[in-house]
């Protein structure tokens, strides 16, 4: 791997949100210790997101963690983002896609439980493979639910991948991801619907370092 790739508690911010917002959630997610934060954006025009991009990466940069962007290399590339994370649809040529995003960019992609596409990911020179949904998921319910087993055996199957465990995760549940030897678990509403989101990204990280 050409990167470090991901670890710990990744924090997936809600599509959509205004400036304000999304830069207040992010902030308690920041000071509550979450080290990379993704950024997804899927209905405001470019100079919009381009601008919310762009406050995001300089308050990501204050509190030394990382800034993932997703579906676009070149919004990535625009505000200096860390790297850039693709879903299934998006991704045609793999490889061309590695040299598209170029050196600096971490790339990561979903894989939900394809070992055969995450087999050709880390071929084509991936960083971080996504798996997933690790539970039932209100944020994408027609993802189907692999369960922690699965996602055990995802590791086993990459010993040597930056894996990054996905959907449903809560707190009482972070123990028990780390438990399968994976590097990272990413987390939406579980952080970000909460009432508290400094507390709770503060509790999370603190059970992820303790398993």
């Known amino acids: 791997m050409s990167h470090p790739g991901v670890s710990g508690i990744y924090g997936i911010l809600p599509a959509d949100l205004e400036m304000s917002d999304l830069l207040n959630r992010a902030e308690a997610a920041l000071k509550g210790g979450v080290k990379t934060l993704q950024f997804r954006d899927k209905k405001q025009g470019f100079r919009g997101v381009l601008k919310r991009g762009k406050a995001l990466k300089a ?48 790339l990561g992609v979903t894989c939900r ?20 949904a690790v539970f039932p998921t209100t944020t994408k319910p027609e993802v189907p639910t692999i369960g922690l087993p699965r996602l055990q055996k995802a590791r086993e199957m990459f010993p040597d991948a930056n894996i990054v465990a996905i959907g449903g995760i809560r ?15 990413a987390v939406i509403s579980g952080l970000f619907a909460t009432d508290d989101i400094e507390t709770t990204a503060r509790a999370m990280v603190d059970a992820w370092e303790r398993a």
């Open 59 to 106: 308050l990501t940069a204050r509190y030394d963690a990382k800034l993932i962007v997703n579906d676009s290399i070149q919004l990535a590339h625009e505000i200096e983002a860390d790297g850039v994370h693709l879903g299934r649809g998006d991704i045609e040529e793999l490889t061309l896609i590695r040299q598209n995003a170029g050196e600096g960019l971490i």
């Open 171 to 185: 707190l009482e549940a972070i123990a028990a991801v780390k438990s399968t030897g994976v590097d990272c678990a």
């Open 113 to 132: 439980a394809d070992a055969t596409f995450a087999s050709h990911a880390i071929e084509s020179g991936v960083d971080y493979l996504s798996f997933g």
